[in-house]
């Protein structure tokens, strides 16, 4: 159990950091050329692709996360480097494929506060409901209700600082109680030497 909130660790924080870097420059460059934007978009999915990659091949456990690790990281390069050999043609569609990348982390916060409600940690319903709020922002952004390209451009930021700066509390969280559950098994195996 430690071994999994260790894993997840180091792979949203990276993920979360490249979010709320990108969300900024959106939000304080909203002109900036569909180009840039573009490949910037293909960068951070390309990035977070090869963090699920290296996640999946440190850990190898066998567990479900591992494989949705080996399957968002080969979906997520993929997608990245084609956004960069092909950026002029992204344009139109930026809004819905950030929006997927959002309920994507939407959803995987869901699963992590499931998991922090298995394991006892008391405000798990406030994972709960940040993973709501970024998989409703994300659909959001999949319907696209944004006619203005510069207004559409501003709330993707926006909504990518939120994303990133909801996956680093939800994985403090995570991190607490991991530690929790750890000195609590230490606890428990000296516990089990001192009887013996």
Known sequence: MYQFFKGLKAN??????FCIIFGVTLTVWPDVSSQIVCMGL???????GIVNLITFFVQRDGSLLSQINLLAGIILTV???????????????IPVVIGVVVAVHGAHNLLQALEL????????????????VTVALGVLLIFNPFEAVN?????IGIF?????????????????????????????????EVEE
């Open 160 to 192: 990518l600082i939120y994303d990133g700066i909801s996956d680093i509390w939800i994985i403090s969280r995570v991190s607490k109680t991991a530690r929790e559950i750890k000195e609590t098994m230490e606890a428990l195996d000296v516990e089990a």
């Open 151 to 155: 207004t559409a451009v501003m709330l």
């Open 42 to 48: 293909g960068a951070v999915l390309a990035l977070s």
């Open 12 to 17: 949203y924080i990276l993920s979360a950091v």
């Open 117 to 132: 409600f298995r394991n006892r940690y008391s405000k798990w319903w406030v994972a709960l409901l940040l993973g709501a």
């Open 79 to 93: 997608l990245g480097g084609w956004i960069i050999l092909n950026p002029g043609v992204l344009m139109k569609i």
